[in-house]
Structure formats: C-alpha cells, structure tokens
C-alpha cells in the first residue's frame, strides 16, 4: 500500500507553506513519494512532477538529486533492501541461507516485488531503466548474499575463492527468477529446494578446474 494517504492526483498543497527539509529527510521523502507514485501509477505515468507533489516539494528538487526517472525509480528501491540489522546469523550456512531468502521472499511479496516486477516489464521500453537495473543485477554483488558467505568462510564452511564466483549469488539469482516468473510469495518448500538441492551442493564442491584454450584437458587420457 502507498505510504501516504494523500493522491498526487488531488490538489497539491503548496510545499513553501510546510516545513522546510533538507539533505536526508527531503531525499527520504522524494524516494517514498516515488514509490507511492510506482504503487499507485507504475512506472509508465510516473513524472517528477507526480512526485515532487506527494513529497510536497519542487521539481527542481527532485531534478537536482536524480536528473532522470529511471535514476530516481532504481533509487527509491534501494530502500527495500535488507539492512546489516535484519541479516539472519543462525552460527551455521544453511540456517543462513535459508533465512535470508525467507525473507527476501516476504519482501517480494510487499507492494514492493510487484514494483520490480513492473520495472522489468518496462525494461524493454526504457533503455536507460534497463541499463540501470542490468548494472544493479549483474555487476553489484548482493551485500546481503556476501555477508552470508563471508561468516561461513571464518567458520570455515566455504572456501574464499566462492566469494567472487558466479556461485555466490545462485540461491537470490533462482529466487528472483522465480519470483519474476511465477509471482508471490514462494513458498517455503522451493526456498528449501534452491538451498538443499542446487546452492549448497554447488558451493560446498571445489571448484572444477578451468581448461584454457591452448591447454591439454586435465582427467585420465
């Protein structure tokens, strides 16, 4: 649901009338009017005016902060993501694991996951959207993931080198693609699926060695 009661269709009240914001606490508000405004109207009839008239300010505000839609939108949902405080720490990789892709799935079934899954409809008509979320997808490690990794390589569960592998993020990649693919929520026994049958096995597994062109293969001739 929005969060705030009031429409961007409705009359705006004149923002120099209200208190006056500044840095974060304006930023804040310009980034939740854009995802009440993605709620209400998707991405399509998303303006900055819409927005800067539900956070009660002036476009030029927002226009200073995010030149371009597609930059504000993938801003707004980075407040989605999971904070340091609600990473799982079970003392063990699979209770890890499992936990945080529970709760990424509840975060996908908020108001917030069907957001995302109107921006990558949208995608194909936004070059820029695309680009932006593509650099967010596959060239930003998810923190929370890494995390996750970097206590089970103290403990001495995983080896280091699986932290800067494609194997790192196979558990949110299956998650998200379900997601995308099949809607909310998914259920717990897929999560535990993805984790039992495909994620552990392969991060727990040595790497296989790599054959370069030029080399012999390795194996028994």
Not at 56 to 68: E, M
Not at 137 to 150: F, K, M, N, Y
Not at 151 to 174: C, F, H, I, K, Y
Request: with cysteine.
């Amino acid at each position: 649901m929005p969060h705030s009661a009031e429409s961007a269709t409705e009359t705006p009240l004149d923002h120099r009338k209200g208190p006056r914001r500044r840095g974060e606490e304006l930023e804040r508000a310009i980034l939740l009017a854009t995802l009440d405004e993605l709620a209400e109207v998707g991405y399509a009839s998303l303006t900055m005016e819409r927005v800067a008239a539900r956070a009660r300010t002036g476009k030029a505000a927002v226009y200073r902060r995010w030149p371009s839609r597609a930059q504000l939108v993938v801003e707004a949902c980075k407040l989605g993501k999971l904070s340091d405080d609600d990473l799982p720490d079970t003392g063990d990789l699979r209770g890890d694991v499992l936990e945080l892709l529970r709760r990424m799935a509840a975060r996908m079934a908020s108001p917030l996951g069907d957001i995302m899954r109107g921006l990558v409809a949208e995608m194909t008509r936004d070059q820029e959207l695309a680009e932006l979320i593509r650099q967010r997808i596959h060239t930003v490690r998810p923190a929370a993931v890494r995390v996750v990794l970097e206590r089970a390589v103290q403990r001495g569960e995983v080896d280091p080198s699986v932290l800067n592998s494609r194997r790192a993020t196979v558990a949110s990649d299956l998650l998200r693609d379900q997601f995308l693919l099949f809607g909310s929520p998914v259920t717990d026994d897929v999560i535990t699926d993805i984790v039992d049958e495909v994620y552990l096995p392969l991060i727990l597994s040595p790497a296989p060695p790599r054959h370069r062109p030029g080399q012999p293969p390795t194996g028994d001739a």
